[in-house]
RNA sequence: UGGGCCGUCGACUAAUGGUAGGUCAAGUGCCUUUGGAGCACUUUGUCUAGGUUCGAAUCCUAGCGGCCCAGCCA
């Protein structure tokens, strides 16, 4: 169960002002015709073999979702049934990321933890002649089960008296194969147009120690040997995953059947893509390991650690999953989607501060030299509870490179010379005049007046100004690195690659820009790993894990929505 | 090409035989001590062709298009 929930399920809200879905009518269905007994039951599985992203956010959404809607509650199993691709590192971080999310879950099983019944009822199975021990090697398996249009065939193996598989089986799990000479397949059918029913392997030889069960074993059960079963244990009500495993249903009831036990059902619906994303748990490796990333948690992965250390907050996460619905077809979500729920909900919470992440040198030619005054700023206009602060003003500032320009172009509001703006909880300055650097011609410093009767912002003589931009006292300001990140992929499909090349090719090459001399107001200076900010006028950015006292790193969690740079876009467009 | 699934504004998703609606994006205006936020307004859609029906996004038929399946991965 969880504790706190998505939007689109809060508690006590009546069923149906709850957007409907699918899945939810299924239920809903269920509890009308009492299926069971008003029971919901559900489970996040996942395989502990890589870290949890986005995606999953999707599919744990709607399996506590849907619980805590009915009452009813939520499993966390890990399928590790492959113990050369699962770890303990996995599995940690996997329970971190879903109590991150903000989710509770009711049992922590493992599908290792029926290793024992599964094997028992594998032997019943046998006994049935439902099931028999086949020695073909892998590569005859595959000529065996045929093509997509034509029919597989019969495993030479496939009449074994009942006897001699009991006892291959057993010697099978006694140790005395090697890898791969022999499995334990279901007799079905190998005509089937369904290839997984073409009597699919049910246990595989595999000399290797499990994260959880050590050396125990070495026969593991295959996927669909496992899953159904490990629902149907657990009465798990409603099973939901992926489109890819819709084949695979009549093989998961097929077992559920033959056994005889609680008749769990399976639902399919889209895994969830993003564009300019890669949502594929073995791409994301191949990212790490290659070096393209710094490791599983970069600012620019779509992991939930990623994620979490570029400054999105589990409530964003969320509303996102809320808001994406859920059904079959098979689609992509855009990313400003994603961006606009984060954008959303820290304008309600993350207090403001002034930034300057290129800074441009302002003299305030007729403030008074060495004079400082304490200015009062809002923490956050949309929380008046956020309260006020203290900013010092003084003589020299600092400002955005881009709010400053020698020669602006139509519609820009900013500073330029003779022209009046306001400082952002301080002075209107007007522009007199720049300094230039003699070789470069560029401008380094920008002389100023301020109009001291403007103290607060606000003209007595009720002049306006056109722009109001963000400062930082140059004594007084805090130094600071800054990661700014853009899409991880170029395309919007990654993909989608040219002949001979991968995903890789893809990547975008300015994906991170570290700029390491940004200046921050002094309050700053004890902001705490993972504070979360609005830089004014900027963006929302996020105290990184790496960020300690004197040496202050932050990511961008994502920029603000800019107008002006639309607009310039629009210009430059038109020549 | 055998089987399975899916086609609704640019994107995602509702409408469960009876007004094609919402969110994001885009655009316009208002407002503004963040060109932020907010508010108002606007544009754009039922894959195609037949059929059933008083009435079809919804049901039927046939096309067309997309995704998935030939691991001893999950």
Redesign the pocket.
């Known amino acids: 169960m969880s504790a706190s929930n998505p939007q689109t399920a809060a508690p006590g809200a009546p069923a149906e002002a709850r957007?409907?879905?699918?899945i939810r009518?299924i239920i809903l269905d269920d509890l009308k015709t009492n299926k069971h007994a008003g029971r919901v039951q559900t489970r996040f599985p996942p395989?502990p073999n890589g870290y949890l992203h986005i995606g999953h956010a999707k599919a744990i959404c709607l399996d506590f979702g849907l619980a805590d809607e009915f009452g009813g509650h939520t499993n966390l199993r890990f399928?590790d049934?492959?113990p050369s691709?699962e770890e303990t590192e996995y599995v940690d971080s996997i329970m971190e990321d879903v109590k991150w999310l903000g989710f509770h879950w009711d049992g922590l099983f493992y599908a290792s933890d029926y290793f024992e019944q599964l094997y028992e009822w594998a032997v019943q199975l046998i006994k049935a002649g439902k099931a028999y021990v086949c020695d073909?090697?892998?590569d005859e398996?595959?000529e065996y089960?045929g093509?997509?249009?034509k029919p597989g065939k019969d495993s030479p193996y496939r009449n074994r008296a009942v006897e001699e598989n009991l006892g291959l089986f057993e010697r099978m799990k006694a140790g005395e194969f090697p890898?791969?000479?022999r499995?334990l397949r279901a007799k079905i059918d190998m005509a089937s147009?369904?290839?997984?029913m073409r009597d699919p392997?049910m246990y595989?030889?595999l000399h290797a120690s499990h994260h959880r069960t050590g050396d125990k074993w070495c026969i593991?059960p295959?996927?669909d040997y496992a899953h159904g079963q490990s629902d149907s244990i657990e009465r798990v009500t409603h099973s939901m995953c992926t489109?890819?495993?819709?084949?695979?249903r009549p093989l998961y009831n097929w077992f559920i059947q033959q056994l005889g036990i609680f008749p769990s059902q399976q639902i399919e619906f889209?895994r969830l893509n993003l564009t300019h994303t890669l949502l594929s748990k073995r791409k994301l490796l191949q990212l790490v390991q290659e070096g393209h990333v710094s490791g599983w948690d970069d600012p620019r992965m779509p992991t939930l650690c990623g994620i979490r250390r570029r400054g999105y907050t589990p409530e964003a996460i969320r509303n996102f999953c809320g808001?994406?619905?859920?059904?079959?077809?098979?689609?992509?979500?855009?990313l400003?989607?994603l961006e606009?729920f984060v954008?959303?909900d820290l304008?309600k919470r993350a207090p403001?501060a002034m930034a300057v992440l290129r800074p441009l040198k302002v003299v305030i030619d007729n403030y008074p030299e060495g004079q400082v005054e304490e200015l009062e700023a809002v923490n956050n206009?949309?929380d008046p509870a956020a309260g006020m602060r203290k900013v010092p003003f003084s003589r020299v500032l600092y400002i955005e490179q881009d709010d400053f320009r020698e020669d602006p172009p139509k519609?820009?509001?900013?500073l330029s010379p003779g022209r009046e703006v306001?400082l952002?909880?301080g002075y209107f300055i007007t522009c007199t005049g720049v300094v230039k650097d003699e070789r470069t011609g560029e401008v380094v410093e920008v002389r100023c007046t301020y109009d001291p009767a403007t103290r607060?912002?606000?003209a007595p003589d009720g002049r306006k100004v056109k722009?109001?931009?963000h400062w930082v006292s140059a004594a007084h300001a805090v130094d600071a690195e800054v990661g700014i990140y853009d899409n991880l992929f170029t395309k919007e499909d990654p993909s989608q690659t040219d002949e001979g090349k991968d995903f890789t090719s893809n990547l975008n090459p300015n994906s991170l820009e570290v700029l390491s001399h940004c200046k921050l107001e002094p309050s700053l200076a004890s902001a705490a790993v993972g504070g979360r900010y609005?830089f004014?006028?900027l963006g929302y950015f996020c105290v990184d894990l790496d960020s300690v006292p004197g040496k202050l790193v932050f990511n961008r969690t994502v920029a603000?929505?800019?107008?002006?740079a639309?607009?310039e876009k629009?210009q430059r467009g038109k020549g």
Do not use: C
């Open positions: 957007p409907s879905n699918f009518d395989e399928d049934t492959n691709k073909l090697s892998a398996i595959r089960r093509t997509l249009t890898d791969g000479s499995t147009p369904n290839l997984n392997v595989r030889i593991y295959m996927y489109l890819e495993f819709e084949d695979h889209d808001a994406i619905g859920v059904s079959k077809t098979n689609g992509s979500i855009e400003a989607m606009h954008r959303e304008n403001r206009p949309e519609q820009y509001h900013r306001r952002r909880a607060s912002g606000n722009a109001t931009i609005q004014e006028r603000l929505k800019d107008t002006w639309k607009i629009g």
